[in-house]
């Protein structure tokens, strides 16, 4: 019974790390978006994740050298669609 529990427990624990590494994955294709909308909303919530400690520090540092790339990005306009 207990050895049940503590499987639960550990697939729960793993099932939460993939999801957050998926989704800071979505979060980085977006930040390389070309709609720049799309890019501020990630950029967005990416600080907003580095602020609350969602990703912990060692999460975000992967990010930031991303994020100085960024700001050399070519935007597309709302008319170039």
Known sequence: MVGLAFTVVVIDE???IRIEQ???QELIEQLYS???DI???ALRLVRKGAQSHFYGRSNFETI???LERISTRKW???GDF
């Open 34 to 36: 070309p709609v720049r």
């Open 22 to 24: 998926q989704r800071k």
């Open 39 to 41: 890019a501020v909303e």
């Open 64 to 66: 930031s050298p991303d």
């Open 76 to 78: 597309c306009q709302s």
């Open 14 to 16: 793993l099932n939460q």
